[in-house]
């Protein structure tokens, strides 16, 4: 059995959910303008525009490296597709579609704005463990760590030879 089916509807409701919150930030909430919203002691609201592809790396000062890091990350992104439509595990698939459905998010972004929205800023009083990120940046955490944990935690049983 395939998760094709399942991975697709994963990937789309992760797309719209991090495309939903950003129009919620941009629109309604007006963040750019305000910078900053203070929602709990740990957690604010703080508009980023992230031009680079993570923790500053990459970061397309151009329109052609613009254009480069969305050509990037449309390419991981068809293969993490032909990945997931290949793939016959189902954790795996769901884990890919939470990488797909994030990787959508952000290509829209960089391809609109020109830079990746990011607000979510969850720290713990001055110390901030995590960048500031988006439901895309979340879900492409969580589907590689996903990815990696079960590559490490799980064996395939050792196929036995037979002696002649």
Do not use: C
């Amino acid at each position: 059995m395939t998760y094709k089916r399942l991975g697709l509807i994963i990937a789309a409701l992760i797309f719209i959910a991090d495309q939903a919150t950003k129009w919620l930030m941009i629109g309604p909430l007006q963040l750019q303008q305000r910078g900053l919203i203070e929602v709990l002691p740990i957690f604010d609201l703080r508009w980023t525009e992230n031009r680079g592809v993570s923790m500053g790396f990459l970061t397309a000062s151009t329109e052609t490296g613009r254009w480069l890091l969305v050509a990037m990350t449309a390419a991981i992104a068809t293969g993490v597709l032909v990945w997931l439509w290949r793939e016959k595990n189902k954790l795996d698939a769901i884990a890919l579609s939470m990488v797909l459905g994030g990787a959508l998010g952000n290509i829209v972004d960089r391809t609109r704005f020109g830079y990746v929205v990011d607000f979510a800023d969850l720290h713990f009083g001055d110390v901030h463990p995590f960048l500031v990120f988006n439901v895309a940046d979340a879900a492409i955490s969580i589907g590689v760590l996903l990815l990696v944990v079960r590559a490490l935690l799980t064996r395939e049983p050792k196929a036995t030879r037979k002696e002649i």
